[in-house]
């Protein structure tokens, strides 16, 4: 079945760090891939998304592309703010309107 | 624009109990989907409803149960509750067809003794 995986945290990082979370994924066919992000105290928000291969989902300063090759789609972010402590999620979705399937999360902890 | 309200936010059940949970979509979002959000577990996606119809469900035993209204909301109950039910429901909502953005709202944390 389809499933994805994320490399396990809590990450820890300083301001302005670069930042890499792994995201790899299973999946039959041509998923469309997602990041999601919940913030302290909030509901989970969409953060980026691709839905083709090599496709670049951006937003916020955070980076993922698409990789079909090697089933993954890393997140990145080249500096690391104190705001951007959450919990990030990588998901995909088999096709448009079935459920998406998370990962367990990474807690990214970013101090000053 | 209201986003996806759930309730109630937080509620202690015991062993055995029942318990319903509610969802409000967005206005205009036909689907929802339920996640459960336990610890370490991440989010284990539950049962998905449109226009009034479970679509599908995820690995979980029958006591997990919903149903979608005609305007849309959702119910999730869960029967004869035990410890391990204790976890966050999430509940998200899209506008029918949609490529994957689901609006979540802020959950129902559950906790059963």
């Known amino acids: 079945g389809n499933s994805v995986t994320q490399m396990e945290g809590p990450v820890t990082l300083s301001e302005e760090a670069f930042l890499t979370i792994n995201c790899t994924y299973t999946?039959?066919?041509?998923?469309?891939l997602f990041w999601y992000v919940q913030y302290p105290g909030e509901g989970l928000q969409l953060l980026l998304k691709?839905?083709?291969?090599?496709d670049k989902g951006s937003n916020k300063g955070f980076e993922a592309t698409y990789r079909k090759e090697t089933t993954s789609f890393h997140l990145e972010k080249g500096s690391v703010q104190v705001s951007d402590s959450a919990v990030y999620f990588c998901?995909?979705?088999?096709?448009?309107?079935?459920?998406?399937?998370f990962g367990k999360g990474t807690t990214l902890s970013v101090s000053s | 624009e209201a986003g996806v309200t759930q309730s109630p936010t937080h509620l202690i059940k015991t062993r055995g109990q029942q318990v319903t949970l509610r969802c409000s979509p967005i206005?205009?979002?036909?689907?929802v989907y339920w996640y459960q959000q336990a610890l370490g577990l991440g989010l284990q996606f539950l049962l998905w409803?449109?226009?009034?119809?479970?679509?599908n469900r995820g690995n979980f035993p029958p006591r997990f149960s919903g149903r979608q209204f005609p305007n849309y909301s959702s119910e999730l109950n869960v029967n004869a509750l035990e410890l391990e039910d204790s976890a966050l429901y999430l509940c998200?909502?899209?506008?029918?067809?949609?490529?994957?953005?689901?609006?979540f709202g802020e959950g129902s944390r559950l906790t059963v003794l």
């Open positions: 998901a995909l979705q088999e096709r448009a309107g079935t459920a998406l399937i």
């Open positions: 999946a039959t066919g041509y998923p469309s």
């Open positions: 691709a839905t083709k291969a090599d």
């Open positions: 206005s205009g979002h036909t689907s």
């Open positions: 409803y449109d226009e009034g119809e479970e679509r």
């Open positions: 998200a909502s899209v506008r029918r067809g949609s490529s994957g953005e689901l609006f």
